[in-house]
């Protein structure tokens, strides 16, 4: 099994920046893909950055060139540094990880999630 908890959260004024981090802790060595999600009140829950084993990294159209995601193993964390932030990125955000259990069968672990309020 993975752990995951988020911190960092928490309430900016539009064009400030917020630095997200997500511990992680269990069966880190199986762990394949890392990322970031959203969900803003009334809408779906969207990605928004990934990373897997190697170092490639992903982006949401919305939030490239604002946003960077990153891991540190030698910390077992993960972050999303978040800058020039803007109120449409006001959302309750999840980190999550996925790999492979012993069995061969895929898995998805989430965190518990951390608010992001943009103020304008």
């Known amino acids: 099994q993975v752990q995951l908890e988020e911190s960092g959260g928490g309430l900016v004024q539009a064009g400030g920046s917020l630095r997200l981090s997500c511990a992680v802790s269990g069966s880190i060595s199986s762990i394949k893909s890392m990322g970031w999600n959203r969900q803003a009140p009334g809408k779906q829950r969207e990605l928004v950055a990934t990373?897997?084993?190697?170092?490639?990294?992903n982006y949401a159209d919305s939030v490239k060139g604002r946003f960077t995601i990153s891991r540190d193993s030698a910390k077992n964390t993960m972050y999303l540094q978040m800058n020039s932030l803007k109120p449409e990125d006001t959302a309750v955000y999840y980190c999550y990880a996925g790999g492979y259990y012993t069995s061969g069968r895929w898995y998805d672990y989430w965190g518990q999630g951390t608010q992001v309020t943009v103020s304008s």
């Open positions: 990373i897997i084993s190697g170092g490639t990294t």
